[in-house]
C-alpha cells in the first residue's frame, strides 16, 4: 500500500514570496490534515478535511493561509505572502478513521 | 486548544538502560496516540490508549492511560539505539482531531 506522498520536500523561499505544498492521501482514507510542526516541537494541526469539506480550521491563519482538497483526494496548502515565521515543516496525514498515517513533510525556510 | 505538556523535553541515555516519558494535560481525553517520528519523517504511531487505567506493551515499551484520562506514559526496557527519536503523544477529546504534546527528544547512545 502505497503511503501519504507530498512534494516538494525542500522548498526556500524569501519572505513575501508565494508558495504551495501537495499532499496526496492514501487511496479511501477519508480524513485529511495539515500540520505545521516547529523544529522539536509538537505537530500543531492547520486544518482538517473530511472527504472535500472542512472540518476545523480554527488555526489556520486565515489572511496568509489556504487549503483545498480537490473532489476529495489530493489537497494544496497556500502561503501567500510567505513570513519568516512559517519557516517548519508542513505535515500531511491521512486517516481511515483514528489512525493517522503521515508523509514525509515539506521543509520550508523563509529567508 | 487542548495543551499536552511531555516531559521531559530532552533525554540522552546509554544503550541498555530503562526510562520513562510523561504526557500531563488538564483535559479529559476520549483516545490518546503515541507516536515516534525519525529526523526527515513524518511521525509513525505506536499504539492507541482509550480506556482509563489502560495498559499496553509493545515489545519493551509500555504504554499506560491514566485512570482519569488526563496523563500517559511510555516506559522503555533497555534501550537500544534503534529507539532514538522524537517521541510525541497526541489527544483526542473526542473524534478523530488530535492535539499533540510538546514532544520528547531522546537519544540512546551505544
Known amino acids: 500500500e502505497a503511503g501519504v506522498a507530498q512534494s516538494p520536500r525542500y522548498k526556500i523561499i524569501e519572505k513575501r514570496q508565494s508558495v504551495a505544498f501537495w499532499c496526496n492521501p492514501i487511496?479511501?482514507?477519508?480524513?485529511l490534515y495539515w500540520y505545521q510542526q516547529i523544529l522539536g516541537q509538537g505537530p500543531k494541526l492547520l486544518i482538517q478535511f473530511q472527504n472535500n469539506g472542512v472540518v476545523d480550521d480554527s488555526q489556520l491563519p486565515k489572511d496568509r493561509f489556504s487549503a483545498e482538497r480537490l473532489k476529495g483526494v489530493d489537497s494544496t496548502l497556500k502561503i501567500q505572502p510567505a513570513k519568516l515565521e512559517d519557516s517548519a515543516v508542513y505535515l500531511c496525514?491521512?486517516?481511515?478513521?483514528?489512525?493517522?498515517?503521515f508523509g514525509p513533510g515539506t521543509r520550508l525556510t523563509v529567508l | 486548544t487542548q495543551l499536552l505538556e511531555q516531559s521531559p523535553q530532552f533525554l540522552s541515555i546509554q544503550e541498555g538502560e530503562n526510562l520513562t516519558v510523561y504526557c500531563n494535560s488538564s483535559?479529559?481525553?476520549?483516545?490518546l496516540q503515541w507516536y515516534r517520528q525519525e529526523p526527515g519523517e513524518g511521525p509513525v504511531l505506536l499504539v492507541t490508549v482509550v480506556t482509563g487505567g489502560e495498559v499496553k506493551k509493545l515489545k519493551r515499551l509500555t504504554f499506560q492511560f491514566g485512570d482519569a484520562r488526563k496523563d500517559s506514559s511510555l516506559h522503555i526496557t533497555a534501550a537500544q539505539p534503534g529507539d532514538t527519536g522524537l517521541y510525541l503523544c497526541a489527544g483526542a477529546p473526542g473524534g478523530n482531531q488530535f492535539y499533540f504534546g510538546t514532544g520528547t527528544s531522546l537519544t540512546v547512545i551505544p
Open positions: 483535559s479529559v481525553f476520549s483516545s
Open positions: 496525514a491521512s486517516s481511515p478513521a483514528y489512525e493517522q498515517f
Open positions: 487511496s479511501g482514507h477519508a480524513t
